[in-house]
């Protein structure tokens, strides 16, 4: 495990479009399809973590909250399963049943659009507005495995409260860190 931080995509990029199978439903979903006309959630996540594995729990149930809220969640796993094979769609799906994710759960085998969004490490966090435009990204919150901080979600929920009352997102935003993204290598 290499502790790695976000590469804090600039602030008003818009989102990469993608075009991803989803582990759960085995569908091809596009961000078009999923994304919502009041913010959309996009995480990078994976399956052997202990960083994500650390604020799952609390993440599905942020997730729904805002779901409530019509905010629309998207976790994509953009890891080399040849190496990880942990986190193929397979064990993907499992994860996604055993944490009742409410969310699509995408998997990147190019690891093309991790690469589009900028992601460096799992759990990275990236919010848009109505307008797929970047208005937060960084970390749940300031919790992590071994530091004894309350996982609270509330960087990720900040940030989406203040798109929710149209207010504009603080600047004041921290990286998230974690495991890096399992990149292929490269022959």
């Given at each position: ?23 759960i ?69 499992i994860?996604?049943?055993q ?42 919150d ?15 929920t ?19 860190q ?10």
């Amino acid at each position: 495990m290499s502790l790695t931080p976000s590469n804090m995509m600039p602030l008003g990029t818009v989102a990469p479009d993608f075009s991803l199978s989803d582990s759960i439903t085995g569908k091809t979903m596009s961000l078009n399809d999923l994304k919502s006309d009041v913010a959309t959630v996009v995480m990078f996540i994976c399956n052997h973590c202990p960083f994500v594995k650390y604020l799952q729990n609390e993440m599905v149930n942020i997730a729904k909250k805002y779901q409530d809220r019509g905010v629309s969640f998207i976790a994509i796993n953009s890891n080399d399963v040849e190496s990880y094979p942990d986190d193929d769609p397979e064990h993907m799906k499992i994860i996604a049943e055993q944490h009742g994710y409410t969310f699509p759960y995408l998997f990147d085998k190019t690891q093309n659009v991790a690469k589009s969004y900028i992601a460096a490490c799992t759990p990275d966090f990236y919010v848009f507005d109505k307008n797929l435009q970047c208005v937060y990204r960084g970390q749940f919150d300031d919790a992590r495995p071994g530091n004894q901080n309350p996982i609270t979600g509330k960087d990720l929920t900040g940030a989406l409260d203040a798109v929710l009352l149209g207010n504009p997102v603080s600047d004041d935003q921290k990286p998230s860190q974690g495991c890096n993204i399992k990149w292929k290598e490269v022959a």
